[in-house]
């Protein structure tokens, strides 16, 4: 379950319910209240990349990956006689 409302009641509410029927929630912006985290993907040809920074600085994931999508090309793989597509 993810809780994302503007709500941080709401939020801590179905924290609670999710946690009591024993299942996984994720808390948007509490991490404390996060069973798993969400990763930024960046996908560029065949170039992945996972960004997570456990949590503790959304904001910083959000740049990181913004960052990559910028400075990688988007036709990487064509471009590159060291990738080898398939």
Do not use: H, W
């Amino acid at each position: 379950m993810i809780a994302a409302t503007n709500d941080s009641k709401v939020n801590k509410q179905v924290y609670q319910d999710v946690k009591d029927k024993q299942l996984l929630v994720n808390v948007i912006d509490i991490s404390y209240l996060c069973d798993f985290y969400l990763s930024g993907i960046v996908i560029k040809g065949s170039i992945k990349i996972a960004i997570s920074t456990n949590g503790k600085f959304p904001t910083m994931a959000i740049r990181l990956r913004q960052f990559f999508e910028d400075v990688i090309p988007d036709d990487l793989a064509q471009n590159n006689p060291f990738i080898k597509t398939i």
